[in-house]
């Protein structure tokens, strides 16, 4: 059981580049959210789905596209790198309601923008 | 709107003793409250969680969280810490009376337990 899988591990991107971050899932999750994970601040919430077609801004959505055409993917889109978008990165699922409402992380993705 | 606090960036406590990482919560409605942990280079584990029921919530690797709602607080235990304990912990909340499905994080606590 593979659980929540993200590619790449590790990306450079210059300013201004466009790039895609994947994720995958097989636990059958309704639920999938992206993450940011920058030191001191604990993670931010980029955007989050509730199942497939249907997707929503969380706290820190600028700079960011999600779509959810499938249940198991959910990949993160980087339209114009910034500096600032240098970060880690992370993907998780759950289900929607009771005991498979606890979330599942990826390894993350280490982003730097030069 | 939901928010957590992890009033202590680190902890340190030495091998065998008990430890402590503090955890403060605000929520409108009844907390639904997580504790999860991040190894170096990983992604975040889930160790335990409170929904409802009795105040002291058993989790993995023998950590406890003991849940106070008139404090808002969720502080993780463990009677006796390991070395292999040595990580970053994160608290989180979601607002079980809201329609938002959303957890908020604490900024994390990091512990090294000193052999």
């Known amino acids: 059981n593979a659980g929540v899988t993200q590619t790449p591990k590790f990306q450079v991107l210059k300013t201004g580049q466009s790039m895609t971050l994947q994720c995958a899932q097989d636990m059958n999750h309704e639920y999938m959210s992206w993450y940011r994970q920058d030191p001191g601040m604990g993670l931010r919430l980029i955007h989050y789905s509730v199942g497939a077609g249907i997707t929503d801004q969380g706290e820190v959505p600028n700079g960011y596209n999600v779509s959810r055409s499938t249940t198991e993917d959910f990949p993160l889109r980087l339209l114009s790198a910034a500096p600032s978008q240098t970060s880690v990165y992370f993907c998780a699922s759950s289900g929607l309601a009771g005991p498979r409402n606890i979330q599942y992380f990826g390894a993350g993705t280490r982003l730097s923008v030069l | 709107a939901q928010s957590v606090a992890q009033p202590e960036d680190q902890v340190n406590v030495a091998e065998g003793n008990p430890l402590t990482v503090k955890c403060t919560y605000s929520v409108s409605g009844n907390p639904y409250l997580f504790w999860y942990v991040q190894y170096p280079n990983r992604g975040l584990q889930f160790l335990l969680k409170y929904i409802t029921g009795d105040n002291l919530v058993k989790g993995s690797y023998g950590f406890e969280a003991e849940f106070n709602k008139s404090q808002t607080s969720f502080h993780l235990k463990k009677p006796s810490a390991l070395v292999s304990d040595s990580a970053l912990y994160f608290c989180?909340?979601?607002?079980?009376?809201?329609?938002?499905?959303?957890?908020?994080f604490g900024s994390g606590t990091q512990l090294t337990v000193l052999p």
């Open positions: 989180a909340v979601r607002d079980l009376s809201g329609s938002a499905r959303q957890l908020t």
